[in-house]
Protein backbone atom coordinates (compact mmCIF):
# COMPACT_ATOMS: atom_id res chain seq x y z
CA UNK A 1 0.00 0.00 0.00
CA UNK A 2 2.86 2.53 0.93
CA UNK A 3 4.33 1.43 -2.60
CA UNK A 4 1.48 2.03 -4.38
CA UNK A 5 0.88 5.59 -2.61
CA UNK A 6 4.56 6.73 -3.28
CA UNK A 7 3.82 5.42 -7.08
CA UNK A 8 0.43 7.85 -7.10
CA UNK A 9 2.37 10.86 -5.49
CA UNK A 10 5.25 10.27 -7.83
CA UNK A 11 2.67 10.34 -10.86
CA UNK A 12 0.69 13.51 -9.55
CA UNK A 13 4.16 15.38 -9.10
CA UNK A 14 5.10 14.32 -12.51
CA UNK A 15 1.90 15.62 -14.15
CA UNK A 16 2.03 18.99 -12.65
CA UNK A 17 5.37 19.65 -13.37
CA UNK A 18 4.66 18.65 -16.89
CA UNK A 19 1.45 21.22 -16.84
CA UNK A 20 3.19 23.77 -14.84
CA UNK A 21 6.64 23.87 -16.95
CA UNK A 22 4.92 23.32 -20.61
CA UNK A 23 1.76 25.64 -20.84
CA UNK A 24 2.48 28.78 -22.59
CA UNK A 25 -0.86 29.73 -23.58
CA UNK A 26 -3.68 30.64 -20.95
CA UNK A 27 -6.18 28.37 -21.66
CA UNK A 28 -4.17 25.75 -23.67
CA UNK A 29 -2.99 22.89 -21.35
CA UNK A 30 -0.17 20.74 -22.64
CA UNK A 31 1.70 17.82 -20.69
CA UNK A 32 4.88 16.21 -21.86
CA UNK A 33 4.94 18.19 -24.89
CA UNK A 34 1.92 16.54 -26.03
CA UNK A 35 -1.54 18.35 -26.29
CA UNK A 36 -4.87 17.63 -23.90
CA UNK A 37 -7.58 17.32 -26.34
CA UNK A 38 -10.99 19.73 -25.23
CA UNK A 39 -9.73 21.81 -22.52
CA UNK A 40 -9.75 25.46 -24.09
CA UNK A 41 -10.90 27.24 -21.44
CA UNK A 42 -9.18 28.05 -18.15
CA UNK A 43 -11.64 26.76 -16.00
CA UNK A 44 -11.02 23.35 -18.06
CA UNK A 45 -7.50 23.53 -16.58
CA UNK A 46 -8.46 24.35 -13.21
CA UNK A 47 -10.13 20.93 -13.37
CA UNK A 48 -7.32 19.31 -14.52
CA UNK A 49 -5.05 21.03 -11.65
CA UNK A 50 -7.69 19.54 -9.67
CA UNK A 51 -8.08 16.50 -10.72
CA UNK A 52 -3.91 16.32 -10.57
CA UNK A 53 -4.19 17.54 -6.47
CA UNK A 54 -7.15 15.08 -5.86
CA UNK A 55 -4.58 12.24 -7.13
CA UNK A 56 -1.38 13.51 -5.36
CA UNK A 57 -4.09 13.78 -1.66
CA UNK A 58 -5.15 9.90 -2.61
CA UNK A 59 -1.49 8.78 -2.86
CA UNK A 60 -0.62 10.66 0.53
CA UNK A 61 -2.96 8.97 2.67
CA UNK A 62 -2.27 5.63 0.98
CA UNK A 63 1.17 6.27 1.93
CA UNK A 64 0.74 7.36 5.72
CA UNK A 65 -2.16 4.94 6.32
CA UNK A 66 0.50 2.39 5.26
CA UNK A 67 2.98 3.25 7.50
CA UNK A 68 0.35 3.66 10.14
CA UNK A 69 -0.55 0.18 9.83
CA UNK A 70 3.14 -1.05 10.01
CA UNK A 71 4.16 0.62 12.81
CA UNK A 72 0.90 -0.97 14.56
CA UNK A 73 1.52 -4.23 13.64
CA UNK A 74 5.06 -4.07 14.87
CA UNK A 75 3.67 -2.98 18.24
CA UNK A 76 1.36 -5.47 18.65
CA UNK A 77 4.55 -7.88 17.99
CA UNK A 78 6.84 -6.37 20.25
CA UNK A 79 4.13 -6.76 22.81
CA UNK A 80 3.20 -9.86 21.93
CA UNK A 81 6.42 -10.88 22.24
CA UNK A 82 7.03 -9.50 25.97
CA UNK A 83 4.21 -11.20 27.17
CA UNK A 84 5.34 -14.28 25.83
CA UNK A 85 8.93 -13.96 27.32
CA UNK A 86 7.15 -13.24 30.41
CA UNK A 87 4.38 -16.14 30.30
CA UNK A 88 7.56 -18.08 29.67
CA UNK A 89 9.58 -16.99 32.84
CA UNK A 90 6.01 -18.02 35.15
CA UNK A 91 6.01 -20.92 33.13
CA UNK A 92 9.48 -21.88 34.21
CA UNK A 93 9.41 -20.65 38.04
CA UNK A 94 6.19 -22.22 38.43
CA UNK A 95 8.14 -25.34 37.01
CA UNK A 96 11.23 -24.89 39.62
CA UNK A 97 8.88 -24.48 42.41
CA UNK A 98 6.81 -27.89 41.91
CA UNK A 99 9.78 -29.83 41.19
CA UNK A 100 11.05 -28.50 44.55
CA UNK A 101 7.63 -29.67 46.22
CA UNK A 102 7.97 -32.76 44.28
CA UNK A 103 11.58 -33.76 45.86
CA UNK A 104 10.25 -32.82 49.07
CA UNK A 105 7.46 -34.91 48.69
CA UNK A 106 9.42 -37.72 47.50
CA UNK A 107 12.23 -37.67 50.35
CA UNK A 108 9.49 -37.09 52.98
CA UNK A 109 7.62 -40.60 51.66
CA UNK A 110 11.24 -42.13 51.65
CA UNK A 111 11.64 -41.20 54.87
CA UNK A 112 8.39 -42.68 55.84
CA UNK A 113 9.12 -45.42 54.07
CA UNK A 114 12.34 -46.52 55.73
CA UNK A 115 11.14 -45.53 59.30
CA UNK A 116 8.57 -48.54 59.21
CA UNK A 117 10.83 -50.94 58.55
CA UNK A 118 12.81 -51.51 62.06
CA UNK A 119 16.23 -52.47 62.51
CA UNK A 120 15.54 -56.49 63.03
CA UNK A 121 12.09 -56.42 60.93
CA UNK A 122 12.70 -58.40 57.29
CA UNK A 123 13.17 -57.36 54.16
CA UNK A 124 9.39 -57.65 52.19
CA UNK A 125 10.22 -59.92 48.80
CA UNK A 126 10.17 -57.74 45.77
CA UNK A 127 6.50 -58.28 44.30
CA UNK A 128 5.48 -58.12 40.56
CA UNK A 129 4.40 -54.50 40.33
CA UNK A 130 0.43 -54.30 39.85
CA UNK A 131 -0.83 -53.07 36.67
CA UNK A 132 -0.90 -49.15 37.10
CA UNK A 133 -4.97 -47.78 36.99
CA UNK A 134 -5.20 -44.11 35.59
CA UNK A 135 -5.75 -42.01 32.56
CA UNK A 136 -4.90 -42.60 29.21
CA UNK A 137 -3.46 -39.46 27.72
CA UNK A 138 -4.14 -38.58 24.68
CA UNK A 139 -1.97 -39.65 21.56
CA UNK A 140 -1.04 -43.47 23.08
CA UNK A 141 1.57 -42.28 26.01
CA UNK A 142 1.87 -43.68 29.14
CA UNK A 143 -1.19 -43.91 31.68
CA UNK A 144 -0.32 -40.90 34.31
CA UNK A 145 -1.82 -42.57 37.50
CA UNK A 146 -4.87 -41.44 39.30
CA UNK A 147 -4.09 -41.54 42.49
CA UNK A 148 -0.33 -40.42 43.82
CA UNK A 149 0.99 -39.34 47.58
CA UNK A 150 1.53 -36.01 46.40
CA UNK A 151 -2.32 -35.60 45.86
CA UNK A 152 -3.39 -37.17 49.13
CA UNK A 153 -1.38 -35.21 51.28
CA UNK A 154 -3.09 -32.49 53.39
CA UNK A 155 -0.92 -29.41 54.62
Known sequence: MVFLGLILVAAAIAVGAGVVLDSTDAAHLVVFG???????????????????????????????????????NRRDLRDLREEREESLSTLEMEKRRLERELARVRQGAARQGSGRQGRGAPQ??????????????????PRIPSSSPFFERND
Open 34 to 72: QSVPGVSNEWQVFLAGAAVAIVFVVGMSLVFTGVGRRIR
Open 124 to 141: PQSQPAAPVQGVRVAGGG
